[in-house]
């Protein structure tokens, strides 16, 4: 009997964790934990339980669910169909530049023939960098705010900046004019919720990163509101692919790139082996989206390549 509960036990655990984490998420501390801890570690009892429940000949049908549900919600087993796109879009968060330098950096830019490249900690070291940066990467307008910066091929209309509350950043949104139509492109870099915070018990300072994140997620969704005509949001949001706040996010801007057109988990932040770096567009379909080998910083690029889509 215990080896047939073993497996419902694990399986039951899979889907409490993912349903707190996607549906609870933000609302609750312990959800919250839930929803930004790395999914691959639901996958983490998976062999025990498959071994033990092959040995014994019971439960193994259901041992397996369990685990083709957690390697789903980890993204290991997401495939889409892709195509070649008309405008491609990376972004980045470059570490400040503390891994590389303006040349290797603008080569692994340069590489990726982006039409549009959105950097976030871009507040270089040394202050000659971003100038550098520039000069080795001609054919791109800049357009810089507070750790953030962002280059295109495109012709430029505009651009403004907006505070996000509780730190010293900025939002950059450029408008563009891309196949005879305004495109705004929004360039972000949310602030971390310090769920690490919970390992020493300073709950206090999780819940206010907590709420500055909410306060700064308004102000993307107020731009969003504000904005008609095709619309992309791209940065590094510091938010898994789970819970409420990148449901929030894609009701604003439209579904996530990567998980219309990418594969895999896509983890751009390798070493907690997740996902916090997005593009999500309206007006906008995602054909391709994938995730790029480098070493000029702790992230690595997020690439995806659009079409034109009818604009609501």
Known sequence: MFRSRLAWFYLLFVVLIWGLGVFVGERTLPTLLLAYAPAVLWLLPAPLVLLWTGIRKRGFAVALTGTLLAAWGAGFLHWTPQMDGELRVLDYNVNNGYRSTPERLAGVLEAADADIILLQESNFQPPGYPAALAAALPGYAVRSAAEVMTFTRLPVLSSETADLPGNQREVLLTRLQWRGEPLTVVNAHLGTVQVSAALTGDFAYLNR????????????????????????????????????IYRQLQQAFGADAFTQAGRGPGWTFPQLRVRIDHQMARGLMPTRAIVLDAEESDHLPLVVEYRAAKTK
């Open 209 to 244: 990163t907590r709420t500055n994140r909410a306060a700064q997620v308004q102000v993307l969704t107020e731009m969003a509101s504000k904005t008609s005509g095709r619309l992309l949001l791209g940065g590094d949001l510091n938010t898994p692919p789970r819970g409420l």
